[in-house]
């Protein structure tokens, strides 16, 4: 993968290409472009640019202004419009860009498709289970409102083929008004918005101007990427804990990488992108390695990991005995367990516990809400739900720890349960010491999900599809959504259901603090300090174990022994004399 100054370098290309269709360097843009192929759908046309939105104007002149990219994405008579749907702006963007809606359909932002090389397991959003929603699979128009394209509604067979399906302006727009429906598959909120209707974001949907949006594109910027990474599971910070919405323009105190007072880094600053893929996954997360060969430049960097800049001694000073005692802890302590002391930092607070078995009472039959918790902010947040269930959340959460080698095993549906034990969703790969393997921060999801109770496996659950009569967020009925979600994935149930404990692992890597709030030597080395609970290391100043008790207690008779000695002398020579 190459670093982000070679993405700059494709739109130079991109933007040559389209400046040698203009005759004269002074001379107009021709405004007779061969508009794109229409898409078939009923949305009427988007309004033309606003009158302030430069269209049709010659390449730039040594006398206008330098501007950071190499094409302006205004002057281009084909994106003048109008357009009637997403999959024409596609059209028109592909008319230049030939290769790129190709390359995101590579990607597991399309496919929701990755086959683990250290497990052989076939994971992705299409396939796997989770402790919030539950799956996918029958609930697509929803679930899919947060895919990179438009139109996806049946994940049982392979996302669409059709480049121009590919939704360019959820990662390019910056006029910031472009967004995507909440139930409309992948497609923005086009005029006549439906009253209610709300964005992905959980915002008022308002009617997205495509041509508005189609002029504006540039590099991603961390809105592009937060409005759906950071309200994954359905809501601000529900999912991950360490992606809020006060990351969009934190203060250095929650994450001292994006804080325009600190680094003022986007997205893919770390998660560098090579053909539209980009690097980190929370698959197979690369938690050892030091990438020395990628300091140098031109190197490549492949990965979203701390040591691709910091490399594995990253301590410096003011102290170096100091300094180089932290950097001694590096081949067992990730990164992150020391510079990101606790996550849901900046006034968001984060889901930390989902218990489905509740979901579905009424009062005098109709759905109800409770609002217990209140955030720094003085949001109340629910913590019943008729259709959901029971909710627990946190701020300012202290992570759970354990040995981790950056490899997720999942427990994928038809895998067999024990339902008398807590049932991972995924487990934590890694042994205790091991050479591959760092002392990791985690957030750990706790719930309750549906489980047959004959067949000993995991549930799907239908929960929207309102109309259709066994949605349960519409109808409250499990029965009915349970038999409706394994009917649609074709497996067998055997129609008597329970619910089990669950946890589900999502490692912590963002909200950074500044190295002054990182933690302290005592944080750990003291009595229950933070990684009292785990396994296979020795922790000085956590008590004393059993070897330090046998062996205190040999000294202690050392001790007594000589004492009783030297006593026993006292009195034999107050009796005796001296010895002779």
């Known amino acids: ?269 770390c998660h560098v992108s090579d053909k539209h893929v980009l690097a980190g996954s929370r698959y197979n997360t690369d938690v050892a390695e030091a990438h020395a060969e990628m300091m140098k430049p031109g190197a490549d960097r492949t990965t979203a990991n701390c040591t691709s800049c910091h490399t594995d001694e990253p301590h410096k000073g003011p102290n170096p005995l100091i300094a180089m005692k932290l950097n001694d802890h590096t081949d067992r302590v990730a990164c992150q367990s020391c510079h990101i002391p606790e996550f849901a930092r900046g006034g968001v607070a984060t889901k930390t516990y989902w218990d489905w078995s509740t979901a579905g009472k009424t009062k005098d039959g109709k759905a109800y809400s409770e609002e217990e918790f209140v955030q720094s902010d003085g949001k109340h947040l629910h913590t019943y739900l008729t259709i959901k269930g029971d909710f627990k959340w946190g701020e300012n959460v202290v992570p759970y720890y354990a040995w981790s080698n950056g490899v997720m095993t999942y427990t994928l549906p038809e895998e067999v349960i024990d339902p008398t034990e807590v049932v991972e969703i995924n487990k934590i790969g890694g042994e205790p010491g091991a050479p591959d393997a760092r002392i990791f921060p985690f957030k750990q999801m706790v719930g309750k999900q549906a489980y047959d109770q004959e067949r000993n496996v995991l549930l799907y659950n239908h929960v929207y599809g309102p109309g259709d009569g066994s949605a349960l967020w519409s109808y409250y009925d499990w029965e009915k959504s349970l038999k409706a979600g394994m009917d649609y994935v074709g497996l067998p149930y055997s129609g008597k259901f329970g619910f089990v404990d669950t946890h589900m692992y999502w490692p912590i890597t963002h909200m950074v603090a500044p190295k002054e709030d990182a933690l302290r030597c005592e944080s750990c080395h003291a009595q229950d300090g933070r990684l009292a609970n785990v396994a296979g290391i020795y922790m000085p100043g956590a008590g004393i174990g059993i070897g330090g008790k046998l062996g205190l207690v040999v000294f202690l008779m050392a001790a007594m022994g000589v004492a009783g000695h030297g006593l026993l002398r006292l009195v034999g020579g107050k009796k005796g004399g001296r010895h002779g």
């Open 1 to 269: 993968m190459k670093h982000t100054v070679l993405w700059r370098s494709a739109i130079f290309v991109a933007g040559c290409a389209v400046a040698g269709a203009v005759q004269a360097q002074d001379a107009p843009v021709a405004t007779d472009a061969t508009p794109a192929p229409p898409v078939a759908q009923s949305t009427p046309l988007q309004s033309t640019p606003a009158p302030t939105m430069p269209v049709n104007r010659a390449p730039a002149r040594m006398s206008d202004p330098v501007m950071e990219l190499t094409a302006d994405h205004s002057k281009f008579a084909i994106l003048k419009g109008p357009f009637a749907s997403g999959p024409e702006v596609t059209a028109a963007c592909l008319s230049c860009h030939t290769e790129a809606g190709n390359q995101v359909m590579h990607s597991v932002h399309w496919t929701w498709d990755y086959e683990n090389p250290a497990t052989g397991q076939r994971l992705g959003k299409a396939h796997e289970l989770n402790a919030f929603c539950g799956n996918v699979a029958s609930n697509e128009v929803r679930c899919t409102s947060c895919h990179v394209g438009y139109g996806w509604d049946d994940v049982r067979h392979p996302a669409p083929e059709d480049p121009t399906r590919v939704d360019c302006l959820v990662c390019h727009d910056t006029s910031g008004q472009y967004a995507k429906q909440d139930n409309l598959a992948g497609n923005p909120p086009l005029d006549p918005v439906k009253e209610g209707s709300k964005t992905i974001t959980g915002a008022k949907a308002t009617a997205v101007d495509l041509v508005k949006a189609a002029m504006s594109v540039g590099e991603p910027s961390r809105e592009n990427c937060g409005n759906c990474h950071f309200y994954g599971g359905g809501g601000d910070n529900v999912k991950h804990g360490d992606l809020s919405s006060a990351l969009f323009d934190p203060p250095r105190s929650v994450d001292v990488h994006m804080s325009k007072d600190g680094a003022n880094f986007t997205c893919e600053a």
